[in-house]
């Protein structure tokens, strides 16, 4: 029988040493070349060793969305989705009220603590983000706001850590 403080260590020996994820920019207003926080993503991702299988841009549009969506995670090769922007507030933004009905689980978690560490760097306007993960398909999604910071914030204090923790888990 294992303590607590042995779980993790215990779970993290089953975890991949290569994660190959998809990343997708929502966004009415910036190009491939434009995507400042997609260039961010595949960088911190490729820096840690992962694999980026695809870097996609859609607009603000549901549609749009759901299809690139259900596309990135039928892939079999794909472990995880990481989507960036259109997570605030404005009429406009809009992507975790398509990816959340997707889901097969959430990862509360992921929201809650991505919040509690904005709100350490801005303040009150953390809670206006509506950050989300969870999975699909056996694919782990995150969805992260579109911000250069916001998506250093997630990738180096959330994500990065636990992906090939979670991926692991979601091949048991």
């Known amino acids: 029988m294992t303590s607590h403080g042995d779980a993790p260590s215990s779970h993290r020996s089953d975890a991949p040493s290569v994660v190959t ?4 920019t929502v966004s009415d207003t910036r190009s491939l070349d434009s995507d400042i926080s997609g260039k961010l ?7 840690r060793g992962h694999r980026v299988a ?4 859609v607009k603000d549009e549901p549609h ?7 596309r ?3 892939r079999p090769e794909v472990d995880a989705l990481i989507v960036t922007g259109g997570t605030g507030v404005s009429a406009r933004d809009i992507t975790p009220d398509v990816v959340e009905p997707m889901l097969e689980k959430v990862l509360s978690g992921y929201g809650e603590l991505f919040r509690m560490l904005s709100f350490e ?5 953390a ?23 916001a998506v250093r914030l997630a990738m ?16 048991k």
Not at 54 to 57: A, I, K, S, T, V
Not at 64 to 70: H, K, N, T
């Open 54 to 57: 695809e870097r996609q841009l």
């Open 64 to 70: 749009a969305i759901r299809r690139e969506v259900l």
């Open 21 to 24: 994820v998809s990343v997708l």
């Open 127 to 149: 809670m206006l983000s509506r950050a989300l993960a969870g999975t699909a398909r056996r694919t782990a999604i995150y969805v992260t706001p579109g911000s250069s910071g």
């Open 72 to 74: 990135a995670i039928a």
């Open 156 to 171: 180096e204090r959330l994500i990065l850590p636990e992906l090939p923790h979670l991926i692991g888990q979601l091949r």
């Open 121 to 125: 760097q801005i303040g009150a306007a």
């Open 41 to 47: 993503i595949q960088e911190a991702l490729e820096s």
